[in-house]
């Protein structure tokens, strides 16, 4: 997900394009839908990624993931209710069964649709057909501007595949996106990796902190960026903000989750996250779910995750994590609302 | 003129929203605003046909109240790349 950011609001002569912000950061109380919908399509993943906070991997699919009709049910009810922008991703969003026939349902219907992928199946074939879908944007996760570290975070990876994907999106002309997630084996490469992307054709680059949740309590130990290594991290991104202006934008979110998480509890994004099962979460970094599409409506859902914003549940979680951090290892718990 | 590719409209209560969804910005737009986008959306034409076509739906007293605010208005959309010829 991108960095959140607010530009000025127009003059106030004009009839108000009103004040401006990134996609998460459009607030969800006066708007009739979501305006963007991540949607993990299936937990089944062909990596094992050290930093996962999906725990994905092979053979990880949730037994109840929803069925090809219960899909396709979800995607016209998004598209019945205006939902103008919607990401896949998983586990490997690819791998899902339905996976094409999906991307056609959403791009025939006129939405704005990403791919967020580990870059393996990105074949000729497959970024051909991506293209003649004409989805808006394929990001790619590079967790490394070499193979080494790569393969290390993504266990399973192949870094030259991957690549070799990135070079065959680009020959498809498939606009292309990457994304890294920093680790201490791997932070001292980011301006390396900022620069292959651009080499690789991306025109965004996104980044920003590992989170303490999924596969990565298991591995933090290998994981574990220190404040003032991120400090340096962080710098390096500012270099290349400065360096790619106007050709590639470097997206970096620098704030703590916490920080994160007490500006949502005032300001909730209209963005719902569904999981392979069809159940809802309110935001990723908090294990809280407020609908079931297999029971209920968008509109319902809807309805809910704006009141489920404000239960007091949600507060005393971010309250409980400023006191004890690690709390993230509990967000697949889900707590229902 | 149309809007640009990747940007999105959709109607809400308080008026509208266009999404840029390369650079996945929002913008939130007021009625008025969002019935000069929607003329853009559903006929095109230049700013010239968006005000006459406002103005026939309308019942202004100024038309060249619409008309100069279908300019700024679109200039403004023009500046922030949000429509294109």
Redesign the interface.
């Known amino acids: 997900m991108s960095a959140a950011g607010t530009e000025a609001a127009a003059d106030a002569a004009t009839p108000a394009v009103g004040p401006v912000s990134s996609a998460p950061g459009a607030e969800a109380d006066d708007l009739a839908a979501p305006l963007y919908v991540a949607w993990q399509i299936t937990n089944e993943c062909n990596l094992a990624c050290l930093h996962c906070i999906e725990e994905s991997g092979p053979g990880k699919a949730f037994p109840d993931e929803l069925d090809p009709a219960q899909v396709f049910s979800v995607i016209d009810q998004l598209m019945d209710n205006d939902v103008p922008y919607l990401s896949f991703s998983g586990g490997e969003p690819m791998l899902h069964p339905q996976f094409f026939a999906m991307v056609e349902r959403v791009t025939s219907r006129g939405a704005e649709l990403k791919i967020e992928t580990n870059g393996h199946y990105l074949t000729r074939d497959n970024c051909a057909r991506l293209k003649e879908l004409e989805v808006k944007a394929v990001q790619v996760s590079l967790d490394g501007a070499v193979a080494a570290s790569f393969n290390r975070m993504r266990v399973r990876g192949d870094f030259d595949l991957a690549v070799q994907g990135l070079r065959n999106l680009r020959e498809a002309g498939v606009p292309v996106e990457i994304n890294f997630s920093p680790a201490k084996f791997n932070m001292n490469e980011i301006g390396a990796a900022v620069d292959l992307a651009y080499d690789l054709g991306a025109y965004s680059f996104y980044t920003g902190r590992t989170m303490y949740t999924g596969n990565a309590v298991k591995a933090w130990r290998h994981l574990q960026i220190e404040d003032d290594e991120y400090e340096r991290f962080f710098d390096t991104l500012r270099q290349k903000v400065d360096e790619y202006r106007g050709r590639m934008r470097v997206y970096f979110h620098e704030a703590g989750l916490l920080e994160e998480l007490r500006y949502r509890l005032k300001h909730p994004a209209a963005l719902i996250i569904v999981l392979p099962n069809g159940l809802v979460k309110l935001i990723n970094a908090l294990p809280f779910v407020c609908g079931d599409f297999r029971k209920q409506t968008l509109t319902e859902i809807w309805a809910n995750f704006r009141h489920a914003w404000r239960d007091p549940r949600v507060a005393a979680f971010v309250d409980e994590l400023a006191a004890d951090p690690g709390r993230t290892r509990t967000l697949h718990q889900w707590v229902h609302l | 003129m149309r809007l640009a590719k ?1 940007v ?1 409209f ?1 109607e ?4 509208g ?3 840029e ?10 009625t ?2 969002a019935a ?1 986008v929607r003329e853009i959306n559903v006929g095109g034409g230049d700013e010239a046909a968006i005000t006459s076509r406002l103005q026939s739906q309308f019942d202004a007293r100024d038309g060249q109240a619409i008309e100069r ?1 279908v300019r ?2 679109v200039a ?2 023009r500046q ?1 790349g949000l429509v294109e010829d």
């Open positions: 990747f999105k959709r809400e209560k308080f008026g929203v266009l999404f969804t390369k650079s996945e910005k929002v913008f939130t737009l007021s008025s605003a000069i605010e700024a208005f403004d959309l922030r």
